[in-house]
């Protein structure tokens, strides 16, 4: 069973930059695919962005495309997301997700593991 613990949300202003982590433990960090999730209220959970297992291959949703980076630290189990020139638009609950096999994926259905989440509140 693995276990996904999110970290480094708060508020920040529009326009500025936030780093997330997700922490796992309980496997081996290195046989999973990871991904970034994020539900508004009222609106439907949402693909971020996503990592390879091994880190080669990465995706990210068009709205965010070219305002975040995804990596991740086998060494550290851990998983980031670093977003920069945050909208209001971006408020959110953010979510980690781990999965089996390899490539990235955006569909929460293939995800087997979640955090519980963090909440992103950016103000304009």
């Known amino acids: 069973q693995v276990q996904l613990v999110e970290s480094g949300g708060g508020l920040v202003q529009a326009g500025g930059s936030l780093s997330l982590a997700c922490t796992a433990s309980?496997?081996?960090?290195?046989?999973?695919?990871l991904g970034w999730f994020r539900q508004a209220p009222g609106k439907e959970r949402e693909f971020v962005a996503a990592?390879?297992?091994?880190?080669?291959?990465?995706a990210a949703a068009d709205y965010v495309r070219g305002r975040l980076t995804i990596s991740k630290e086998n060494a550290k189990s851990t998983v980031y997301l670093r977003m920069n020139s945050l909208k209001p638009e971006d408020t959110a609950v953010y979510y980690c997700?781990?999965?089996?096999?390899?490539?990235?994926?955006?569909?929460?259905?293939?995800?087997?593991?979640w955090g519980q989440g963090t909440q992103v509140t950016v103000s304009s």
């Open positions: 997700a781990a999965r089996n096999g390899p490539g990235s994926s955006s569909r929460g259905s293939d995800y087997v593991y």
């Open positions: 309980g496997g081996t960090f290195s046989n999973y695919g």
């Open positions: 990592i390879s297992r091994t880190g080669g291959s990465t």
